[in-house]
C-alpha cells in the first residue's frame, strides 16, 4: 500500500460539473449535490484502509455538515476490474450496509477524478455557496488508527467555518490515502 499526499487547497477553484449515476440508481449533477452554503467531494472507495479505518467518523461529520447547510456525496473512481471489491455493486452494498448519508457515485470513466485533480482515497473537497475550493484538507489526525481524544475535527471544522464565513481556514493538513487505482 503506498501512501499518496494531494497537494495544498487552490482557494477559489472552481468546482467541475459532473453527472454520475450513484448507487440509489439516480444520476447526480454538481447542482444537485450542492446544498445552500457550499458542497463537499469524497473520494472514497470501498477497499483503501485509510477509508475503512474513519468510515465511521467520516459518516458521523457528514451527518454534522449537512445541518450546516453543506450537500455531500462521495465518488469512487477507482478500477472496478482490477479492484473488485470497488465494483459497482460492492459500491451499493457498502452504501446500504453502511447507512451512507450521501449519494456513493460511481466515475466509470474516471473522467471526474481527472476534472478534480484527485489523487488518492480518501480526497476530500469543500466548495463554499459560489463553488469555489476553500478545503483539500484531512478528516482528521487520524491515520489507520483513531485520532487521540480531544483532537480536531478538523473537515468539520472546516466546513462548518465555510457554511459560516464563505471561507475555509489557511491552515490545512492534506488528506493521506491510497493512490486512485487509474485504468490501464
Known amino acids: 500500500m503506498a501512501a499518496l499526499t494531494p497537494p495544498i487547497c487552490d482557494f477559489d477553484w472552481p468546482a467541475p460539473e459532473f453527472a454520475l449515476l450513484a448507487t ?23 477497499h483503501c484502509p485509510f477509508v475503512i479505518a474513519f468510515l465511521d467518523r467520516l459518516i458521523r461529520d457528514v451527518r454534522d455538515v449537512q445541518q450546516h447547510g453543506i450537500g455531500v456525496a462521495a465518488i469512487c473512481s477507482n478500477d472496478p ?18 447507512d451512507f448519508p450521501f449519494p456513493y457515485l460511481h466515475d466509470v470513466d474516471q473522467s471526474v477524478a481527472h476534472a478534480y485533480g484527485a489523487v488518492c482515497t480518501p480526497d476530500f473537497f469543500g466548495f463554499g455557496r459560489d463553488m469555489g475550493l476553500q478545503y483539500r484538507g484531512r478528516l482528521d489526525a ?21 457554511a459560516k464565513t464563505g471561507q475555509g481556514p489557511r491552515e490545512q493538513t492534506p488528506s493521506i490515502g491510497c493512490s486512485i487505482k487509474w485504468k490501464t
Open 24 to 46: 440509489d440508481g439516480r444520476t447526480y449533477s454538481r447542482g444537485d449535490v450542492a446544498g445552500p452554503n457550499g458542497m463537499l467531494i469524497l473520494f472514497i472507495c470501498n
Open 81 to 98: 476490474v482490477a479492484y473488485p471489491a470497488d465494483s459497482f455493486e460492492n459500491m451499493g452494498k457498502m452504501a446500504q450496509e453502511r
Open 142 to 162: 487520524s491515520k489507520l488508527e483513531p485520532p487521540p481524544d480531544g483532537q480536531p475535527r478538523e473537515l468539520y471544522d472546516a466546513m462548518v467555518q465555510i
